[in-house]
């Protein structure tokens, strides 16, 4: 007898059961090695909860809000002020255009185009601006009555940052003359309707 005849002898006959399991496990486990290989990948592509939080739009309802009053609301971490006009503040708006560095919003990067008018609105009597001074960030403070002010005595209402005292109207269009060189900015917003606007969407077939 042949040695080769001899170890085929001992050698226990090959179970087809066996061979299979084997390969399927052996297939199992390189599939999920490839799956956890892939999963930081396919994960990079999911945004985690906090990112779809950020810069989310926000939706805030005006119907309580009363003519020279201001409504201030958080997006994106900055402070948004939603300033329901009455009708001194638009008649007196043309009135200083003599005065302010931007009358015209010319800087597009500081309004949407819709809100590139001397209102700087979509509907004149409602201001939707990010209340932070153009100048350093500082929130400034709203001074809506049309009275002399120790920083000017003809003061038509306006904003005005104690910071450094820049100043703005009451479209949020800056003064000659004053720290800041640029008007306030005007966020993306439209109205969902007569009583709410939604912050951070501009409306639909805007540019």
């Not at 592509?45 to 201030?72: D, H, T």
């Not at 003064?175 to 109205?191: D, E, I, K, S, T």
Request: proline share 9%; net charge neutral; hydrophobic share 40%.
């Amino acid at each position: 007898m042949s040695e080769t005849d001899s170890l085929a002898s001992i050698q226990p006959p090959e179970d087809p059961g066996r061979r299979r399991l084997l390969t399927w496990t052996t297939g199992v486990v390189g599939a999920v090695g490839a799956g956890f290989a892939l999963w930081p990948f396919a994960a990079s592509w999911k945004p985690s909860a906090k990112a779809r939080l950020i810069g989310a739009p926000i939706e805030v309802n005006i119907s309580e809000l009363q003519p020279g009053q201001m409504l201030r609301v958080v997006w994106r971490g900055q402070t948004i002020g939603i300033l329901r006009r009455n009708e001194r503040m638009l008649n007196d708006l043309p009135r200083l255009d003599d005065k302010l560095a931007d009358p015209d919003s010319k800087v597009v990067s500081q309004q949407p185009e819709y809100a590139q008018n001397t209102a700087r609105a979509i509907r004149p009597e409602y201001l939707v601006l990010n209340l932070h001074c153009t100048h350093l960030g500082c929130i400034p403070n709203l001074l809506p009555e049309a009275e002399a002010q120790s920083f000017d005595a003809q003061w038509r209402g306006g904003v005005f940052c104690p910071c450094h005292r820049s100043k703005f109207d009451l479209a949020g269009r800056v003064y000659r003359g004053v720290p800041a060189q640029l008007n306030m900015l005007v966020p993306p917003y439209h109205f969902i309707d007569d009583s709410n606007v939604m912050i951070g969407v501009d409306p639909e077939g805007a540019a």
